[in-house]
Nanobody
Framework: QVQLVESGGGLVQAGDSLRLSCAAS????????MGWFRRAPGKEREFVAD????????RYADSVKGRFTISRDNAKNTGYLQLSNLKPEDTAVYYC??????????WGQGTQVTVSS
């Protein structure tokens, strides 16, 4: 099992930036990739970005390309999501997750990002 704890969310204004962190513990040796997802009010959970733990292959949702940057520090067992040029539409609970097999089976509790106009 892998335990994940997100942090770094908050209330910001449009155009501001935040950096979210995801601290992993437990069987971190089994992590293949870490991803970020979000759930906006009244909407389904949405894929945001992910990164492989070995190497740095990344993927981004079209809605965040050019604004968000995913990274990780394997030595610290921590992943990061840099949110830049935030828009009100980015308001959501952001979750990190890890993929040990073919699916994202382990999830954090989420951190709230609220962007005002």
């Amino acid at each position: 099992q892998v335990q994940l704890v997100e942090s770094g969310g908050g209330l910001v204004q449009a155009g501001d930036s935040l950096r979210l962190s995801c601290a992993a513990s437990g069987r971190t040796f089994s992590i293949f990739a870490m991803g970020w997802f979000r759930r906006a009010p009244g909407k389904e959970r949405e894929f945001v970005a992910d990164i492989t733990w070995s190497g740095t292959r990344t993927r981004y949702a079209d809605s965040v390309k050019g604004r968000f940057t995913i990274s990780r520090d394997n030595a610290k067992n921590t992943g990061y999501l840099q949110l830049s040029n935030l828009k009100p539409e980015d308001t959501a609970v952001y979750y990190c997750a890890t993929r040990t097999g073919t699916t994202y089976a382990y999830w954090g509790q989420g951190t709230q990002v609220t962007v005002s106009s």
